[in-house]
Every structure is written in C-alpha cells, then in structure tokens.
C-alpha cells in the first residue's frame, strides 16, 4: 500500500495538521517509517501545539500531547485537554495520549507536551516509566520539571512561541477554567 507521506514530502504546517488529527491506529496508512524517522523534536511538539488548537477550538483548555517511540520514532499516542469537552476531571494532554497508546511499555518512550505537567500528569509520567519528557511552555507554568528529573526521566525545554502565546491567551480569556484545570473546581470557592 502506497502512505501519503514519504521522505519527498514537506514537513508543512498543512502536513503537520494532518498528523494531528488523524487517529494515532492510522497513522502507519499515512507516514512512511523514513518520513517518521525524519521528524525533528520540534515537530513533534508542534503537532503536540496542533491538537492544543484542537481544544482551544472545542472550547477547552488548549495543552497537547505526543508521545513516541523513541527508536522508531513512530507517533504511539497522542491526545489533548478535554476537561471541559468531556466533562471529565483529569482529561489532560497528557493523560489523554496515554490512553490512545494503551497499555505499552512506556519506558522507552518520549512524550512531548505542550505546556509544562501538573502534579497528576507528572506523576503519571514517572510511573509509567517514560524515559524522556519534552516541555513546550515554561513560560505560563512550570514547577514539575525538576521532580522529573529527580525520578530519573530525561527533560527538555522545547519552548514553541505559537503555544506559548496560545496558552497565555487562553489564561487571559477563561482564568477560571485554567484554575479549574490546575486545582479542581473547589479552587474556584476560594
């Protein structure tokens, strides 16, 4: 069968989107594995900013999430905030992409988020095992990193100004919806 995308094709923001939103199972329909081995750090994460869009356009908070093989690079799991969408209370990016990848061994995995992992997601990471975390925005939050760090996983800083300036708008827009998202509506009485 003959994929979409192969080591000719431009790694466009149009080809980027694409990824982003196709189901992770058909992802194998879509990318070659040289076109897969070829996507940089900074791609991931952008497509990890793509499905951040995806739940500022729902009307949730805009975090993504991507998390891949690390020999491969072949995408595993991807995912975005859906706590207002599916009024579910703990739906972040991370915990999202998580369950698209199932029930794998994560420890040769690398996730890449689009905005720094809060207590729950951060935890998460380190008892799944993932090797490797990359932060695409210290900028409007950070805090876990060094924890991560002290349970042994890689981090990296990957800042992406468009996400950057997505989520510093978002938290602008709907402070409260952000705080519901960091500490629960009980933080909202407060």
């Not at 989107?17 to 750090?41: C, E, N, Q, W, Y």
């Not at 720094?116 to 993932?130: E, H, K, Q």
């Not at 409007?140 to 468009?162: M, S, T």
């Not at 402070?175 to 909202?188: H, K, R, V």
Request: charged letters at 25%.
């Amino acid at each position: 069968m003959k994929v979409l995308f192969d080591t000719n094709t431009d790694k466009s923001e149009a080809a980027l989107k694409v990824i982003a939103h196709m189901p992770t199972l058909s992802l194998a329909v879509l990318m070659d594995s040289d076109f897969t081995r070829g996507l940089t750090d900074a791609e991931f994460m952008r497509i990890a900013v793509l499905l951040a869009q995806k739940s500022y356009d729902e009307g949730g908070c805009p975090i993504g999430a991507v998390i891949i093989d690390n020999v491969s690079r072949k995408i595993v799991g991807k995912g975005h905030n859906t706590l207002v969408q599916e009024d579910h209370p703990y739906n972040h990016g991370e915990t999202s992409a998580m369950r698209d990848a199932g029930r794998i061994d994560f420890s040769q995995t690398t996730i890449f988020t689009t905005l720094s992992p809060c207590d729950v997601c951060a935890t998460l990471i380190y008892m799944r095992g993932f090797s490797r975390v990359v932060v695409g925005d210290i900028t409007n939050a950070a805090g876990n990193e060094a924890l991560l760090r002290e349970k042994g996983i890689d981090v990296n800083i990957l800042e992406d100004k468009q996400g950057v300036k997505l989520y510093g708008q978002f938290r602008k827009e709907k402070p409260e919806q952000d705080l519901e998202d960091w500490q629960g509506i009980s933080a909202l009485k407060k």
